[in-house]
């Protein structure tokens, strides 16, 4: 556990040196937040039926999507890509740790650090100037918090094997790309999963991905009722386990046909 | 003239063979790609579905515009990516290189690659161009379809402008400006919609500053006949992708200054 603690720790650490692309990223959030408000006001001034989120629950969630954007599973450790390509991934499996929590741990630094970076000044920005409110009591915001870990910890178990999709190089960067796009509509960045049509409903709410910011946003904003937060964390729960078990498996498969190349 | 153009095509023929070494992996990513933003488009089509329509605008008429930049910016991504990673050729000296072989700097840099894993996303932003081409309601006639190439020639040329301003940064700060990419990505994101949705100020930045509506929507609604809420003449709407290639030609000015102001890192 504590060398699992030293990596995060370290990483964590070097990943809080990139401030100025923190800084750089903020001003990109923001513009791109105010496009995605933009269009979403303007579908709202023309709804005549009533919808499932109100316009104002609508620009929190764009807002929270903005800031909580870097700890989506979008992406791999471009490190990782790299000592698979070369070879060098020789040297992690000499370490004296289980490898699938080594790349998990390697995820957890990856997703914490950015994200305290970015979300701390949108938060402050956008609840003071652009109309993301605050949760309306202390236990809304209490359980915010608890879908955020549930949803910080599902993300990285899904980037976690993305990561391990890797070994395989070739189908594994297929795989990576699709399931990157998947989390980003099926999570809701692209708009908010309430506005998809009522029939897709089902699969949503079934599928990982909302988890990760979905399920979240809307307990943030009271569209998920507080005594519904349960079915929330339990879906969150249900799906680590099972990518869990899956990642580690797949890692076990994947060291059999990995041929390191020398040189 | 006709030489640097043949020197072009020498270029991109060694990148493209260059990148069918890796045939399984070209396949894979140009898949991918095709189904990515395939996604996107996904988005608007939902929202049509909940809301119905857009302030007078149907899924037919956006998807035009959305159509229009997508095939504009593919083309233009794929030719730029030496631009899109100036800051490496910068950082490690590669420029120097350039600088003193007896041709355009900007002609070496854009021949660095032609990205055909791109292919996908030109293969979706076509399928849903033709798709809105063939379902709105007016009539299609030649000046018509000569309007929408000059506009998406137009729209490839902005994109391919931006590109270059944007490696024209590195000349002073070495680093590739992630803020960059708000023009860029923003600009197609936004621009796939009507402009008259936007808010004035955004409106204005998009119609004088980087001119991408000018390629896009301004032309689109002389190909729709649809009646412009912000009130621009018929000649404008047909005389505006002109503007694209101007910006080209700004930029690669400004791409001249950059050169001159350029000073190796040594490495």
Known sequence: MKAY????????????????????????????????????????????????????????????GQAMFAMLPWSVEPDLRVMIRSGNVAYELLRPVDLYWLWFSRSVARRSAPTLLRAVPMFIIAGLFFGLRAPQSVGVAAAWLAAMAGAFVLSCAISTILSISLLWTVSGEGVMVLMSGAAWLLSGMIIPLPLFPDWAQGILAFLPFRGVADAPYRVYMGNIPLNEVWVVLAHQLAWIAAFVVVGRALVGRGLRRLAVQGG | MLDDVRLYFKYISVSVRSQMQYRASFVMQSVGQLLITGIDFLGIWALFDRFGGLEGWTLTEVALLYGMVSVAFTFADAMSAGFDLFSATVRNGDFDRMLVRPRSTVLQVIGQELTMRRVGRLAQGTAVLVWAAWAIEAPWSAPKALLLAAAIAGGTSIFVGLFILQGTMCFWTTESLEIMNTLTYGGRESISYPLSIFRPWFRRFFIFVVPLAAVNYFPALAILEHEDPLGTPVVVQWSSPLVGFAFLLVALQVWKIGVRHYRSTGS
């Open chain 1, 5 to 64: 603690r030293a990596i995060v720790s370290a990483r964590f650490r070097m990943m809080l040196q990139y401030r100025a692309a923190a800084a750089a990223g903020l001003g990109t959030q923001l513009f791109w937040g105010f496009i995605r408000i933009m269009i979403f006001t303007a579908f709202y001034r023309v709804a005549k039926a009533p919808q499932p989120m109100t316009l104002e629950q609508v620009v929190s969630y764009v807002w929270l």
